[in-house]
Structures are given as structure tokens and as C-alpha cells.
């Protein structure tokens, strides 16, 4: 749940770039303000979001970092943002390593990668590391409206590389037994699962499972068949939506 204690507060600039938190009087966010925090390590991006967001109805920046050393020093465990746009490449502590640490220390802040590259292994990271939702810094401000609009509403913001037709099974799913087992998946099936979650190659997986590179190319097929998806990244999603692999693992 939103604390709207963070209603007491605003943004401020600080001679780096980056902000801190100051007192706002009584024209200060209304209840239902959703509070946002910046972590990138350019400042000219990282302004430009800032001043992009603040024009979206409902959300507020309330402070800025450049690197996820510098975000986790400026939070406030009484005053949390509801929501974090994160690069992933940061100087001193990168996107995943923050990631992972408000996973596992503040779990209710709601985090949406950003980078600069279309690139599957870092969206697979970020996803285990606990992101909910993946965008490019070149996204058209309607798209970045609908990925902070979809974390909020639905948890997750499923880009172009999740197709529609994920998008519809996962809509379809939820956590309880009856429904994992309606697709039928063999141990062997969470195996390879749990496998394609990590940076592995498919030929690596391969090797880990005592199989032809063949063989869990059809592993892969067979399941992209059975559960209506068509990318790695799409597995990675459904297996972290159905528990098969744990966000809080390092691994």
C-alpha cells in the first residue's frame, strides 16, 4: 500500500544533478499521487524523464540518483516512492545489483528497467532480479505513460517482446496448483525452465542437463507449443508469474 506520508515532501536539485527530499507545503501531491525515483547516471536523461513524468496526471519524481549507491542512500523508509525507473548500466552499484536489494528490503516499490538496448540476457536478468517491466530510453512518451500505468494497475508492463498472445495465457493464469498443472509440464519441462532464467546459453543448458543442443532446442519448441509463447523472455516471465524460479535468488 502507498505511504502518503511521502505528501510531505519534494524534489529539490542538487548542485550534481541529482535531487534530494525537501518539505512541501499545503499545495504539495494529493493523496492519490503516484511518487516516482530516478536512478541513471545520465543527467541529461535523467532530467528529461523527470520533466516528461511530472506532465503525466497522478505521477510525481521525487527524487533523482545518479547511480544505485546514490538511490539507496537517498531513500527514506518512511517516505518510499511507489515506483523506481532504473538504468541498468550505473557506475558503482548497476541496475540489477538495486534491483535485487529493494527486492529483498523494500519489495513493495514497484521497479521498471530502463536501458538503452534491446538486449534479451539483460531483460532476463533484470526480470530475476526482480524489475516488473522492461523499456528503451527511446520509447515514445505514450509508451512510458502505459508501462508506469501497467506496473501500477496490473504489476507487470509487457513490451513488444512479449506478445499478445502471452499476454492473453498470462491473463489466464494464476498461482494455484490447478492451473500450473493444466499445461501438463514434466520435471524435465521445469528443468529447462529454471535453466533458460539464468544467463545460459541454450548450448550451455544443454550441457547442464546431459542433452543434445538439438534435444533442448526441442525442449524450447515444444514448450513456446504448449504455452503459447514465442520468446526466451517470454518463458522467463511465465516461470517467474508461476513460481518456477525464485526472485530472491542470486543466482
Known amino acids: ?56 496526471h497522478g505521477y510525481k519524481v521525487i527524487f533523482q540518483a545518479g547511480n544505485g549507491q546514490e538511490f539507496i542512500d537517498n531513500l527514506q523508509t518512511a517516505n518510499l516512492p511507489d515506483m523506481v525507473l532504473m538504468d541498468i548500466n550505473m557506475p558503482k552499484k548497476d541496475g540489477y545489483e538495486t534491483t535485487r536489494w529493494l527486492k ?26 526482480g524489475a516488473r517491466g522492461y523499456i528503451l530510453k527511446d520509447a515514445e512518451p505514450a509508451d512510458l505513460k502505459r508501462a508506469l500505468d501497467d506496473i501500477w494497475n496490473k504489476g507487470f508492463f509487457y513490451s513488444d517482446l512479449v506478445t499478445g498472445h502471452l499476454i492473453h495465457s498470462m491473463q489466464m493464469m494464476d498461482d494455484d496448483a490447478e492451473t500450473r498443472t493444466t499445461f501438463n509440464l514434466s520435471d524435465r519441462d521445469i528443468e529447462f525452465l529454471r535453466h533458460i532464467c539464468s544467463e545460459l546459453t541454450y548450448k550451455e543448458i544443454a550441457d547442464k542437463m546431459f542433452l543434445s543442443p538439438r534435444t533442448v532446442d526441442g525442449y ?32
Open 1 to 56: 500500500m502507498r505511504n502518503n506520508s511521502i505528501n510531505k515532501f519534494q524534489y529539490s536539485p542538487l548542485g550534481d544533478g541529482g535531487f534530494q527530499y525537501s518539505p512541501l507545503g499545503d499545495g504539495g501531491m494529493s493523496a492519490g499521487t503516484i511518487t516516482v525515483a530516478l536512478a541513471d547516471d545520465h543527467a541529461l536523461i535523467r532530467n528529461g524523464l523527470a520533466g516528461l513524468i511530472n506532465t503525466f
Open 104 to 129: 529483498q528490503n523494500h519489495p513493495g516499490v514497484k521497479v521498471l528497467a530502463l536501458s538503452m538496448y534491446d538486449n534479451e540476457n539483460a531483460i532476463i536478468r533484470m526480470l530475476k532480479c
Open 220 to 251: 524450447r519448441d515444444a514448450l513456446f507449443e504448449k504455452l503459447n509463447i514465442k520468446t526466451r523472455v517470454g518463458l522467463v516471465i511465465y516461470a517467474i508469474k508461476n513460481n518456477i524460479v525464485n526472485l530472491n535468488s542470486k543466482g
